[in-house]
């Protein structure tokens, strides 16, 4: 009999199931309090109830895990001074869609070699999660993959669902499942139809094909999950943060049902694609829409310790540190800069 099946996989690699990972890292009692009071404190100020503004500011993706610590401890001291006006959540985004090719990620790739070794990559990015929560500082990442959520969910306290998996029923079906609120951005086309689509989807029950804590192929059976927000990161036509946008989305929000609640990305499109607009796009933000609608509630940045980007090397000792191997980000100064600014303006 000729082969017909499995003609284009070279092997089947075996995954610590979630269970022994979360058991040699487990969350602490420090960690929990952080997760389960940002989520909470997220979910307020989506109602209204909480009139703070959410930031959600940290690097394109983490490749460098002491750099990241390093990043976290600067950014823990404005999170304590700013948290009266101020709810400050550190990106952690450990899995990259790509248009085509590249880098997919710490847990796809800890190495950054091609190895993919993922086990590795789960291990190193739960130790992260736990090391950060535990000093008190939230995190947020992008859910990309439905079964690496089930390693590290429980130290995460706000997610997002990208430009390029919004309309996927498989990312809908995760968010209905997921402990955390969740931002729907919009798609690279500049439809917000498809985030407000993704939310109503992910609100109600699903069943989806996933693995249990022992790494069992299972059915997930989900209830809903009814906190959400959307996410403008721009489009492929120009940056989508205008008031007009902004108003069409929250009404088209009121329509679907949902209380509106909008987050602005003030990288990627809505900046051009140059990191160096992003403090623009901040101060925009600050001026047009925290203090007058009551829909915007925050803001996303993607920020490292030294600005720009750099390319993977071959010799990755030559990686220079704190720069991002991804998107382009602002440095450290500049976003101390902004968070003071946004502090000050929410103040007034």
Same mark, same amino acid.
């Given at each position: 009999?000729?082969?017909?099946?499995?003609?284009?996989?070279?092997?089947?690699?075996?995954? &610590?199931?979630?269970?022994?990972?979360?058991?040699?890292?487990?969350?602490?009692?420090?960690?929990?309090?952080?997760?389960?009071?940002?989520?909470?404190?997220?979910?307020?100020? #989506?109602?209204?109830?909480?009139?703070?503004?959410?930031?959600?500011?940290?690097?394109?993706?983490?490749?460098?895990?002491? !750099?990241? =610590?390093?990043? !976290?401890?600067?950014?823990?001291?404005?999170?304590? %001074? #700013?948290?009266?006006?101020?709810?400050?959540?550190?990106?952690?985004?450990?899995?990259?869609?790509?248009? /085509?090719?590249?880098?997919?990620?710490?847990?796809?790739?800890?190495?950054?070699?091609?190895?993919?070794?993922?086990?590795?990559?789960?291990?190193?990015?739960?130790?992260?999660?736990?090391?950060?929560? &535990?000093?008190?500082?939230?995190? !947020?990442?992008?859910?990309?993959?439905?079964?690496?959520?089930?390693?590290? &969910?429980?130290?995460? $306290?706000? /997610? !997002?669902?990208?430009?390029? +998996?919004?309309?996927?029923?498989?990312?809908?079906?995760?968010?209905?499942?997921? $402990?955390?609120?969740?931002?729907?951005?919009?798609? +690279?086309?500049?439809?917000?139809?498809?985030?407000?689509?993704?939310? =109503?989807?992910?609100?109600?029950?699903?069943?989806? =094909? *996933?693995?249990?804590?022992?790494?069992?192929?299972?059915?997930?059976?989900?209830?809903?999950?009814?906190?959400?927000?959307?996410?403008?990161?721009? $489009? $492929?036509?120009?940056?989508?943060?205008?008031?007009?946008?902004? /108003?069409?989305? %929250?009404?088209?929000?009121?329509?679907?049902?949902?209380?509106?609640?909008?987050?602005?990305?003030?990288?990627?499109?809505?900046? *051009?694609?140059?990191?160096?607009?992003?403090?623009?796009?901040?101060?925009?933000?600050?001026?047009?829409?925290?203090?007058?609608?009551?829909?915007?509630? *925050?803001?996303?940045?993607?920020?490292?310790?030294? %600005? *720009?980007?750099?390319?993977?090397?071959?010799?990755?000792?030559?990686?220079?540190?704190?720069?991002?191997?991804?998107?382009?980000?602002?440095?450290?100064? +500049?976003?101390?800069?902004?968070?003071?600014?946004?502090?000050?303006?929410?103040?007034?």
């Amino acid at each position: 009999m000729r082969p017909v099946d499995n003609l284009h996989v070279l092997a089947f690699e075996a995954l &610590t199931p979630p269970r022994v990972l979360r058991e040699r890292y487990p969350i602490t009692e420090a960690a929990a309090q952080t997760v389960y009071e940002t989520r909470e404190a997220i979910k307020r100020i #989506m109602q209204r109830e909480d009139r703070r503004l959410l930031a959600v500011v940290g690097p394109c993706s983490i490749h460098d895990t002491d !750099a990241a =610590l390093d990043y !976290a401890r600067r950014l823990l001291r404005l999170a304590i %001074e #700013m948290r009266d006006r101020i709810v400050i959540v550190m990106r952690a985004y450990f899995e990259k869609p790509r248009t /085509t090719v590249g880098w997919r990620g710490l847990i796809n790739d800890p190495h950054l070699d091609g190895s993919f070794d993922m086990n590795e990559g789960l291990r190193r990015a739960r130790e992260l999660l736990l090391h950060i929560n &535990t000093m008190g500082l939230p995190t !947020a990442t992008e859910m990309l993959d439905p079964i690496s959520p089930q390693y590290i &969910t429980d130290l995460i $306290s706000m /997610t !997002a669902i990208g430009a390029r +998996t919004v309309e996927s029923q498989t990312h809908r079906a995760l968010a209905s499942g997921l $402990s955390m609120p969740v931002g729907y951005k919009n798609s +690279t086309d500049g439809n917000v139809q498809v985030a407000i689509n993704a939310f =109503l989807a992910a609100r109600q029950a699903h069943s989806f =094909l *996933g693995i249990d804590q022992e790494g069992r192929s299972c059915v997930v059976r989900t209830t809903g999950n009814p906190d959400g927000m959307i996410i403008l990161r721009g $489009s $492929s036509a120009g940056p989508n943060y205008d008031a007009e946008t902004v /108003t069409r989305t %929250e009404q088209a929000m009121r329509a679907a049902g949902l209380s509106p609640a909008i987050m602005i990305d003030c990288s990627h499109a809505n900046a *051009g694609g140059d990191y160096r607009r992003q403090p623009q796009v901040w101060r925009d933000v600050l001026r047009d829409h925290i203090a007058s609608s009551n829909a915007v509630i *925050g803001m996303m940045v993607e920020s490292n310790l030294y %600005e *720009g980007k750099q390319p993977i090397a071959a010799d990755l000792t030559q990686l220079r540190y704190g720069v991002s191997v991804t998107d382009a980000c602002v440095g450290w100064e +500049t976003t101390e800069r902004m968070l003071i600014e946004a502090y000050e303006a929410v103040g007034r």
